[in-house]
């Protein structure tokens, strides 16, 4: 069982920056694949980014790419998304996600989720 807790989450102009954490209970995080989807006002949850349980493999939604990036500190924990040059799009409900199989764009791969953070960007 893993439990996932996003911070980060605010308010912020086009063009600026935010980082999200996502903290993970238990001593197996360093086994789990990790991904952040995001979630605007009535769409669908979307892929944003994904590690694999050692860091060694990152990907990206196209739309994200060159501005997000995603990283992990197994010592705490802890996974993250930077996101420079946010766009007013970006805004949405931030999710993390855990995988106890492999890094996956798609969200019903994923095992368990945190509650989401909320980013939005103003234009």
Do not use: H
């Not at 069982?1 to 308010?11: F, H, I, R, T």
């Amino acid at each position: 069982q893993v439990q996932l807790v996003e911070s980060g989450g605010g308010l912020v102009q086009a063009g600026g920056s935010l980082r999200l954490s996502c903290a993970a209970s238990g001593r197996t995080f360093s086994s789990y694949a990790m991904g952040w989807f995001r979630q605007a006002p009535g769409k669908e949850r979307e892929f944003v980014a994904a590690i694999s349980w050692s860091g060694g493999s990152t990907y990206y939604a196209d739309s994200v790419k060159g501005r997000f990036t995603i990283s992990r500190d197994n010592a705490k924990n802890t996974v993250y998304l930077q996101m420079n040059s946010l766009k007013p799009e970006d805004t949405a409900v931030y999710y993390c996600a855990a995988d106890t199989v492999v890094a996956d764009r798609r969200p019903y791969e994923y095992d368990y989720w945190g509650q989401g953070t909320q980013v939005t960007v103003s234009s």
